[in-house]
């Protein structure tokens, strides 16, 4: 079984700080690892992914995030917060051997003027 | 492409009436999801597809639900009887494991169900 963790529930910063948004997850397969962003009112976006290669990814609005194998982590990172990063942000895996994504409890950014 | 398209955006209804939400999915994609989102247990799968057969539908709370994929490009959720229980943001996604989609789900924007 798989399962995500999420530390955080909120993460409250100003504009223009830097950011990092904790996931840790388990699993006895291997697994794609995600990041989705939901701002109020909507559906879910994808913000980057991870399937293989460099550990490094860079997704859309100047996130990135690394994932460390030996860590089981997958941890979210902005150098500069805007006001408009203000949203839920959801990690999750997909095993190899499955469609499913088990999604963590999500953390809520909020970013301050 | 016109994305994942939901409906009702917005259903209101008294417990024990029959409630159906819609979806249809991304042209071409071959699998699909229902998810639930409330405050208290957060994105939960109900269940999914995939080429229209359902693969998994160990999240779906009870008997009082039932979901049907008739073509690629249709699904239905329903609820019945509906209770207060069910209030919440229902979304459909949708996939396709080939290079172009690579595993990512599309999301709908959401059915917002409210039971009184």
């Known amino acids: 079984a798989q399962s995500v963790t999420q530390l955080d529930s909120q993460v409250p910063v100003f504009e223009e700080a830097p950011v990092e948004l904790r996931c840790n997850y388990s699993?006895?397969?291997?697994?794609?690892l995600f990041w989705y962003v939901q701002y109020p009112n909507q559906g879910l976006q994808l913000l980057l992914k991870?399937?293989?290669?460099?550990?490094l990814v860079k997704g859309i609005n100047g996130f990135e995030a690394e994932f460390n194998k030996s860590q089981t982590s997958f941890h979210l990172r902005k150098p500069s917060v805007h006001i408009s990063d203000t949203a839920e942000y959801f990690c999750?895996?997909?095993?190899?051997?499955?469609?499913?994504?088990?999604f963590g409890t999500g953390t809520r950014l909020q970013v301050f003027p | 492409d016109a994305g994942v398209i939901q409906s009702p955006r917005h259903e209101v209804t008294e417990m024990g009436q029959e409630v159906t939400l819609r979806c249809k999915p991304i042209?071409?994609?071959?699998?699909l999801f229902w998810y639930r989102q409330t405050m208290m247990r957060g994105l939960e799968l109900l269940i999914y597809?995939?080429?229209?057969?359902?693969?998994?539908d160990s999240g779906m709370p009870e008997d009082r639900f039932s979901a049907k994929m008739p073509n690629a490009s249709f699904s239905t959720l329903k609820i019945q009887p509906s209770e207060p229980r069910d209030s919440a943001v229902y979304f459909c996604?949708?996939?396709?494991?080939?290079?172009?989609?690579?595993?990512?789900?599309?999301f709908g924007p959401g059915t917002r169900l409210t039971v009184t």
């Open positions: 996604a949708s996939s396709g494991r080939d290079s172009r989609a690579s595993y990512e789900q599309y």
């Open positions: 699993s006895s397969v291997s697994v794609y």
């Open positions: 991870y399937l293989s290669g460099s550990t």
């Open positions: 999750a895996v997909s095993p190899y051997n499955t469609d499913k994504l088990i």
């Open positions: 042209s071409g994609h071959n699998s």
């Open positions: 597809f995939n080429n229209n057969v359902p693969i998994d």
